[in-house]
């Protein structure tokens, strides 16, 4: 069983920082991508940054300049460094990763359960 386990949301000011963690643990065989979604009350649930295997990233446009996607394989674990925060950014953000549990099987998609982020003075 895999799990994804998210830490590090709470509520900030405008222009004020945050760093979300995000630590896959259980019976992994591998890794591949690891990202970031959010999804702010009555929208749909958007991208927010990935980060390829091989560090390759893309981010929402949104966030281009101010959101920093990076992770540790060693500990497969994915960080969101969310900076010069606005309100607009308020939502649950989720973490998603590709894993293989078995030897030469296709990935599975996972999902940590959401960490609320709040940006209002």
């Known amino acids: 069983q895999v799990q994804l386990v998210e830490s590090g949301g709470g509520l900030v000011q405008p222009g004020g920082s945050l760093r979300l963690s995000c630590a896959a643990s259980?019976?992994?065989?591998?890794?591949?991508?690891m990202g970031w979604y959010r999804q702010a009350p009555g929208k749909q649930r958007e991208l927010v940054a990935r980060?390829?295997?091989?560090?390759?990233?893309n981010y929402a446009d949104s966030v281009k300049g101010r959101f920093t996607i990076s992770r540790d394989n060693a500990k497969n674990t994915v960080y969101l460094q969310m900076n010069s925060l606005k309100p607009e950014d308020t939502a649950v953000y989720y973490c998603?990763?590709?894993?293989?549990?078995?030897?030469?099987?296709?990935?599975?998609?996972?999902w940590g359960q959401g960490t609320q982020v709040t940006v209002s003075s």
């Open positions: 998603n990763a590709d894993i293989t549990v078995v030897a030469g099987t296709k990935f599975l998609d996972y």
């Open positions: 259980g019976s992994i065989f591998r890794v591949y991508a």
């Open positions: 980060m390829s295997s091989g560090s390759t990233t």
